[in-house]
T-cell receptor
Framework: AQSVTQLDSQVPVFEEAPVELRCNYS??????LFWYVQYPNQGLQLLLK??????LVKGINGFEAEFNKSQTSFHLRKPSVHISDTAEYFC????????????FGQGTRLTINP | EAQVTQNPRYLITVTGKKLTVTCSQN?????MSWYRQDPGLGLRQIYY???????DKGDVPEGYKVSRKEKRNFPLILESPSPNQTSLYFC???????????FGPGTRLTVT
């Protein structure tokens, strides 16, 4: 079955420190990959996406992610976080040759401490 | 402004009382979907629709119904709500099921 795993349910970091949020998915066949962010009491908005081309994808708010086909991973990174980055982050995958749907990971709650 | 709207935003109801959560998008998207969000489980798809009059079950469809009579609207119906349907619900739309999805603000439902 197609699945998405976010390995960390919570990640606390200090302000201005780097952060990496991990995401792995179940299959190495062609995929589209997404990271969404959910700020407190809000809906989800897209941070970045990988459809094809360069494996390093840059998104909004200084975030970037790298697609690693052999590791079936799409980890999200930011070199220096701010208090305003406190939110829940969701990785999502769609399998091009599968059902037309997005499958979401369980989410990672990023908490930034001053 | 391109957006997905949901109503109501908050709803408290009792077991067995039928309710409908409306969803509307103004982006002419063909694909629409409903999700529920529960702590530790992420977002799980309830139902989706690839176009008008075309709907299909997602991962957790039990206890829910949907309809897609117009392209812009995709209501979620709970005919006999139960406490295990207490959750945060999101509607989303996109060009196709593979593309970036645009989310509504969410509906927080409590069933007592």
């Amino acid at each position: 079955a197609q699945s998405v795993t976010q390995l960390d349910s919570q990640v606390p970091v200090f302000e201005e420190a780097p952060v990496e949020l991990r995401c792995n998915y179940s299959s190495s066949v062609s995929v589209y990959l997404f990271w969404y962010v959910q700020y407190p009491n809000q809906g989800l908005q897209l941070l970045l996406k990988y459809l094809s081309g360069s494996t390093l994808v840059k998104g909004i708010n200084g975030f970037e992610a790298e697609f690693n086909k052999s590791q079936t991973s799409f980890h999200l990174r930011k070199p220096s976080v701010h208090i305003s980055d406190t939110a829940e982050y969701f990785c999502a995958v769609s399998w091009i040759q599968g059902a037309q749907k997005l499958v979401f990971g369980q989410g990672t709650r990023l908490t930034i401490n001053p | 402004e391109a957006q997905v709207t949901q109503n109501p935003r908050y709803l408290i109801t009792v077991t067995g009382k039928k309710l409908t959560v409306t969803c509307s998008q103004n982006m002419n998207h063909e694909y629409m979907s409903w999700y529920r969000q529960d702590p530790g489980l992420g977002l799980r798809q309830i139902y989706y629709s690839m176009n008008v009059e075309v709907t299909d079950k997602g991962d957790v469809p039990e206890g829910y119904k949907v309809s897609r009579k117009e392209k812009r609207n995709f209501p979620l119906i709970l005919e006999s709500p139960s406490p295990n349907q207490t959750s945060l619900y999101f509607c989303a739309s996109s060009r196709t099921g593979l593309d970036e999805q645009y989310f509504g603000p969410g509906t927080r439902l409590t069933v007592t």
